[in-house]
């Protein structure tokens, strides 16, 4: 079992940065796991924005999101991040962090993901 719980969300104008944490609890072996961000808007399905391995040797990234935004994670400390900088307003969106057992095919689907955390809004204003 994994409990993720996302922060780093809220409110920036275009052009301005955000860093998405998503930490898991102490019990949980997030190394143990590939880790994906993902995002949402009402009436749309989740979209896939960033992943990476567990070792941290592979990133992955949705075109529209290339050059802007990066993945990583402190494996010491059980946490990925989502660094966004140049926030658009399309990227305005609530942002979830998932997780999959290390080297499960499907990086960028949602539905190879088991466990998800709450979400955090990120809201980019024009």
């Known amino acids: 079992q994994v409990q993720l719980v996302e922060s780093g969300g809220g409110l920036v104008q275009a052009g301005g940065s955000l860093r998405l944490s998503c930490a898991a609890a102490r019990r949980s072996r997030s190394s143990s796991y590939d880790m994906g961000w993902f995002r949402q808007t009402p009436g749309k399905e989740r979209e896939f924005v960033a992943a990476?391995?567990?070792?941290?040797?592979?990133?992955s990234y949705t075109g529209s999101v290339k050059g802007r935004f990066t993945i990583s994670r402190d494996n010491v400390n059980n946490t990925v991040y989502l660094q966004m900088n140049n926030l658009k307003a399309e990227d305005t969106a609530v942002y979830y962090c998932?997780?999959?057992?290390?080297?499960?095919?499907?990086?960028?689907?949602?539905?190879?993901?088991?466990?998800w955390g709450q979400g955090t809004q990120v809201t980019v204003s024009s």
């Open positions: 990476i391995t567990s070792s941290g040797s592979k990133l």
């Open positions: 998932a997780a999959k057992p290390a080297g499960v095919y499907g990086d960028s689907y949602a539905t190879s993901y088991v466990y």
